[in-house]
Every structure is written in structure tokens, then in C-alpha cells.
């Protein structure tokens, strides 16, 4: 009997583990045979989705990955479930893809991918690509991690090299890290049920273009449940505490170089930053995906959680 349920406990922990598969620029992570969330390349950026809390509940807009989301807007194409990008460098939109020079970030490899337990993580190498030079190269780590049962972690850093002369980051609202809420977090829809609150008491409206370390979507989720998902900016970044391109209709986007529109200043160029040639600019970003009410005391500790990491 003993043996028997050993191997009935057996078979749960090792269902309950995370699995990870790389094939052709595109990693799969699953957990409980359930997709957690897949890193695609199947755009001008790369990206995440979906972005799924523990217990396999979607947090993160669909469109235009899917196209039959009830209720789903079709705004803004260039807004893709979590991504990483920013609309002026060198003069070339990463963001928006506006203009006639090509901008694209383009996945070079994947590096290690490793599962184990409630922890994953996997690296690629990125060119960011303006008319086909490459102005920077990127390496980029994700870790996704399930703290408890309802919380789950995804981080992200990215390290930034110029390797074609100088890069100048522009100031403007479009950029940088970045994650699309879905239908019913939002403020805004047909469906929106959302609020927004940051650590500096905030709330909604008022937290766009505001400095703070963090920031917060809440709300029902799509099968009406509670759930909570914060962005945080780690306080070894550029210009932390960070502005934030946090909008009613759910873009959630952590920016440090957005000043004069965030500030409504008339120099627009505050918010410059120009990476010398070969030197390198790391930023680290964590998104919380949680289960259950908000609860502004919890958000706190996960902050100092990742602030003293």
C-alpha cells in the first residue's frame, strides 16, 4: 500500500513539473501538459504568448496571434502579449514599425534551455536590425517560476551592446518593456472590469507617465476570477524608478526614456540616452502573474523580493 502511494505521489510531483522544447527560434514551455507560454519569432519583435498564471488561466491580449477572441479590439497590431522594444533608436522605430527605414529585432539562437521543478529558463541572441545593419546585439534571458500555487514570476533581462558605432535611445512614450493586459483587466472595453495602482498609492488614470517601481493591472480574469499582474522595474536599471506608458485600454510598459512626453516637457530631448559604441546597458524587468485579490502588502513583498535580487 505504502509502494502504491509512493508512486501515486510520484506521478503528481512529476506531473507538476515545468517542461521546455526548442526548435527552429521557438521555445515551448508547458507545465501539467498546459501551455505556459512560447516564445515566438514570428513577428518584427520577438514575444511571449500566452502569458498564463498558474492553473492555466490566459492574462495577456490575443489578438493578433489569435483572431477569434470574443470581444478582443483590434488597436494597435505592434502590441504583442509581453514584448521588448522602443520606437526611436538611431532613428528607427522598433516600436510602432512607422516610417520607410525597416526595423526589426531578429532572433539570431537559442541558447541553453533548462526545466526543472517550478523553475525554467532559456537565453536567445538578438541583432536589432535598422535597413538590415545591425545597430545592437542583445542577449536576453527568461525565467519563469511558480513561487506558490497562485503566483507565478516571469523575468526578464536583457543585456544591450552597440556594435555599429553609437546608439541613440530616443525620448518618446513609445517603448520600452512591455505586456498587453486582456479583455476583462483592462479599463476600458467592452468587457473591462480592470483597475490599474502603482507603490505610490496611484490609481488608474493617474498612474500614466508617473515615476514609480512598479505597477499594477487588476481585475476578473477571463473566467471571472480575481487575478493580479504587476510589472516592476529592477532598481539597478537606467533612471529607476521608471516611467510608465500604463493606458486604460491595458498597455502596461515600463520606459526610461520617454521624459518629455511623460512630463510634457517641450525639450524632447530629455529622455535621450546614447550607448557608446561597444559598451553594453542590462535591464532587468519581473512581470507577476497571480491568482486571487489584489492585495497591496503582497505586492510590496514580491517587490523587495526582486528589488534585492
Known amino acids: 500500500m505504502r509502494s502504491i502511494l509512493f508512486l501515486m ?7 507538476a513539473q515545468f517542461s521546455i522544447q526548442s526548435a527552429d527560434g521557438t521555445v515551448t514551455l508547458r507545465k501539467n501538459n498546459e501551455l505556459v507560454t512560447q516564445y515566438r519569432t514570428d513577428s518584427k519583435v ?30 494597435h497590431p505592434h502590441h504583442r502579449s509581453l514584448w521588448l522594444s522602443h520606437g526611436s533608436v538611431n532613428g528607427f522605430d522598433f516600436w510602432a514599425w512607422t516610417g520607410e527605414k525597416d526595423a526589426r529585432i531578429v532572433h539570431q539562437s537559442t541558447g541553453t534551455v533548462n526545466a526543472q521543478g517550478n523553475k525554467a529558463t532559456f537565453s536567445v541572441s538578438l541583432a536589432w536590425q535598422g535597413d538590415k545593419k545591425t545597430l545592437l546585439e542583445e542577449a536576453r534571458q527568461y525565467t519563469v517560476e511558480d513561487l506558490d500555487d497562485a503566483t507565478r514570476v516571469i523575468d526578464v533581462t536583457s543585456t544591450l551592446k552597440a556594435v555599429s558605432g553609437d546608439v541613440l535611445f530616443g525620448d518618446t512614450k513609445e517603448g520600452f518593456f512591455a505586456f498587453r493586459v486582456d479583455r476583462s483587466l483592462r479599463l476600458k472595453g467592452p468587457t473591462a472590469k480592470g483597475g490599474i495602482l502603482d507603490n505610490h498609492g496611484r490609481k488608474d488614470a493617474e ?33 529607476h524608478e ?68
Open 242 to 309: 521608471t516611467w510608465w506608458h500604463a493606458r486604460d485600454y491595458g498597455l502596461l510598459a515600463a520606459n526610461p526614456f520617454g521624459i518629455h512626453d511623460f512630463e510634457g516637457k517641450k525639450d524632447k530631448t530629455l529622455g535621450n540616452h546614447t550607448l557608446k559604441d561597444q559598451k553594453s546597458l542590462t535591464f532587468r524587468y519581473r512581470l507577476v502573474l497571480h491568482r486571487g485579490e489584489v492585495d497591496e502588502s503582497q505586492i510590496a513583498n514580491w517587490w523587495k523580493s526582486f528589488s534585492q535580487s
Open 207 to 239: 498612474c500614466w507617465g508617473k515615476k514609480s517601481a512598479y505597477v499594477t493591472f487588476h481585475g476578473p480574469d477571463d473566467q471571472g476570477k480575481p487575478a493580479v499582474i504587476t510589472m516592476m522595474d529592477h532598481p539597478s536599471n537606467l533612471r
Open 9 to 15: 505521489l510520484g506521478a503528481v510531483s512529476a506531473s
Open 46 to 75: 520577438p514575444y511571449l504568448y500566452p502569458i498564463s498564471a498558474p492553473g492555466g488561466s490566459n492574462l495577456s491580449r490575443h489578438w493578433p496571434m489569435e483572431k477569434d477572441a470574443p470581444g478582443e479590439e483590434t488597436d
